[in-house]
Nanobody, 115 residues
Framework: QVQLVESGGGLVQPGGSLRLSCVAS????????MGWFRQAPGNQRDLVAT???????AYADSVKGRFTISRDNAKNMVYLQMNSLKPEDTAVYYC?????????WGQGTQVTVSS
């Protein structure tokens, strides 16, 4: 079992920045990829960014050039630096981990981009 806890969400004006953090605990040795997903009201949960154990990253087209995913293996943490935020980035952001054949999710953190 893997437990994930996110932090760092909040209210920010368009053009602003936020950094999300996620700490993993439990069977962390089995994790080979982590990432961030987001879900806006009435929408499905969509991939934002992923990073695997080798450090390879992937991003949704809508966030390329604005968001950066990183991980600190020593601290069992993954981060999402979000710059140039837009109102359409408003959503609940979920931390995700893939371990073996299982998917694990955090509880989610709200990000609201509004003036």
């Amino acid at each position: 079992q893997v437990q994930l806890v996110e932090s760092g969400g909040g209210l920010v004006q368009p053009g602003g920045s936020l950094r999300l953090s996620c700490v993993a605990s439990g069977s962390i040795f089995s994790i080979y990829a982590m990432g961030w997903f987001r879900q806006a009201p009435g929408n499905q949960r969509d991939l934002v960014a992923t990073i695997n154990i080798g450090g390879t990253t992937a991003y949704a087209d809508s966030v390329k050039g604005r968001f950066t995913i990183s991980r600190d293996n020593a601290k069992n943490m993954v981060y999402l630096q979000m710059n140039s935020l837009k109102p359409e980035d408003t959503a609940v952001y979920y931390c995700h981990a893939r371990a073996g054949h299982d998917d694990y999710w955090g509880q989610g953190t709200q990000v609201t981009v509004s003036s």
